[in-house]
C-alpha cells in the first residue's frame, strides 16, 4: 500500500526550482494530461517507484521533494519511448535528466545504487574514455558497502575473455576530458 501524502501549497523556493527544472528540460509539466502513454511504453517502469507519469504528477503537484527523491530518476534509462509517444510532446526524457541534475546538486539519493553505480561509470570513462568493467564493479562495490557482492564472477569472466583485467584507454582521451571539464564548468555556471 502506498503511503499518504499530505499537499501543501508549494513556496516560492519550490515554485522557483520547478520553473528551474522545466527550463533546464525545455518543457512543461502543465501540458501532460495524465495519459499514461509514456508509462505504458517505458521499459524499465515495473522497477521504479514512480513510473514517468507519476514523475510528472508529483512535479504538477508540487511535490518536489518527492520527486527529486525518488529511484526513478536513477532507473530511467533515456532511451526517450517516453518522450516520443507523448501526445502532448512533453519531454519527458529531458524532465528527468532535469530533476536527476538538481538531485545531485542538492545531495539527493547520493547513497543510492543506481546513483553510485552512476558515478563508478563516469569515473572509468573519464579516467579512460571508456569503461573498465572489472574496475567500476570494484568500485562500486567499494562505494555500495559490499565489497565481496559477485566476486565469484569475475575471475571466470576473465578467464573466458568476456571483460578486460586490465583498463584500456581510447586512442583521443584529451577530447574526454574535454567534454568532462566542459560538463563540470558548465555545472558551475
Not at 520553473?19 to 515495473?46: D, F, M
Amino acid at each position: 500500500m502506498q503511503e499518504m501524502f499530505k499537499l501543501i501549497p508549494a513556496d516560492s523556493k519550490a515554485k522557483t526550482m520547478l520553473a528551474h527544472i522545466e527550463k533546464e528540460a525545455g518543457t512543461s509539466i502543465n501540458l501532460c494530461y495524465q495519459c499514461g502513454k509514456c508509462t505504458a511504453g517505458c521499459p524499465v517502469a515495473g522497477f521504479m517507484d514512480y513510473p514517468p507519469r507519476q514523475v510528472i504528477r508529483l512535479l504538477q503537484l508540487d511535490m518536489l521533494e518527492e520527486a527529486l527523491s525518488a529511484e526513478s530518476i536513477w532507473l530511467c534509462a533515456t532511451c526517450e519511448t517516453c518522450s516520443a509517444r507523448c501526445p502532448r510532446e512533453v519531454d519527458i526524457t529531458s524532465l528527468m535528466d532535469a530533476i536527476r541534475r538538481e538531485a545531485l546538486v542538492q545531495g539527493k539519493n547520493k547513497n543510492s545504487k543506481v546513483a553510485l553505480f552512476n558515478k563508478s561509470f563516469l569515473n572509468w570513462v573519464k579516467r579512460g574514455g571508456k569503461t573498465f568493467e572489472a574496475g567500476l564493479l570494484m568500485q562500486f562495490n567499494f562505494l555500495s558497502k559490499q565489497p565481496f557482492n559477485d566476486v565469484d564472477k569475475g575471475l571466470p569472466m576473465i578467464k573466458r575473455g568476456k571483460i578486460a583485467y586490465l583498463p584500456d584507454k581510447i586512442k583521443d582521451h584529451a577530447a574526454i576530458k574535454n567534454i568532462f571539464e566542459r560538463a563540470e564548468k558548465l555545472g558551475r555556471e
